[in-house]
């Protein structure tokens, strides 16, 4: 028989091994894995899907030409070198139609955008930038790390599993902004704003795009309703300065891309 303690130690050893191997994966890998990201980004899904009323979707196919406009810049930003999981991920898209200043990336790559958002912007390059956000949201797994830290691998495996529904209710409200929001940090939030810069920089559209939506917002907010996107640090304004700093050290294109098709997108949204 093995004594508790002797058990113990074999298990911390087998982990501190399979961490040695390890130096280049994120400490979340070794206990919930990329499988479970998209286990558990399907959970979420389906529970946006079956909640047409907090989250009304726009049908696919009523509004096909919109999604294929939408599929065209992701499929641009997926075809960036930096993106670990493309082949992995799903990298689905998803409207919302709701008057929200909102995107967000649930684990596994599901993408979702709130009409309220695509038309307050003013071009396509600004919604490139939120794309790349996004996108290197769900490829550097901040969510899954936030989750973990928040109730812990277990609770999200029960969720992925789907023997915890009210746990994905939760958890979808939460990264979706309509609840107790997911709070990224400052970390996170600088990462995703960075990989914007790179995957963008392989693209015709303007590399430091993602500072358009955060220019605006300054200029415009009341300092009383602000966006779900900007309720965490840090503040817009040095984001803005960071995300130039990133386009000078890439030394990408920083001239406006913006085609005419962006109005063309708005015109077919509800």
Not at 37 to 64: F, H, M, S, V, W
């Amino acid at each position: 028989m093995i004594h508790l303690r002797t058990l113990s130690s074999l298990l911390l050893t087998a982990l501190l091994v399979a961490t040695a191997g390890c130096e280049d994966r994120e400490p979340v890998d070794l206990l919930f894995t990329v499988e479970d990201d998209k286990t558990l980004g399907l959970q979420l899904k389906e529970e946006i899907d079956g909640n047409p009323q907090e989250y009304p979707i726009l049908d696919r196919e009523t509004y096909a030409d919109a999604y294929a406009y939408l599929e065209n810049l992701r499929d641009q930003v997926l075809e960036s070198e930096p993106i670990r999981y493309r082949d992995e991920f799903t990298w689905e898209v998803h409207i919302i139609d709701a008057d929200v200043l909102n995107a967000f990336a649930a684990p596994g790559g599901y993408i979702y955008f709130y009409t309220g958002l695509i038309k307050y912007l003013d071009e396509e390059d600004a919604l490139m930038g939120v794309m790349g956000h996004e996108i290197a949201h769900a490829d550097r797994r901040h969510s899954v790390k936030q989750m973990t830290k928040t109730y812990g691998v277990q609770t999200l495996l029960s969720i992925a599993l789907g023997n915890n529904a009210s746990g994905a209710a939760e958890l979808a409200a939460q990264i979706a902004g309509t609840g107790a929001a997911l709070k990224f940090s400052r970390s996170d939030e600088t990462e995703a704003d960075a990989y914007s810069v790179e995957y963008l920089s392989g693209t015709p559209y303007r590399c430091d795009a993602a500072a358009i939506f955060f220019e605006k917002i300054s200029e415009q907010n009341d300092g009383v309703n602000i966006p779900q996107i900007l309720s965490t640090h840090p503040s817009p304004e040095n984001r803005v300065e960071d995300i130039r700093a990133k386009a000078e050290e890439v030394g990408c294109s920083t001239e406006p891309f913006n085609p005419t098709s962006y109005a063309d997108f708005k015109a077919m949204l509800p």
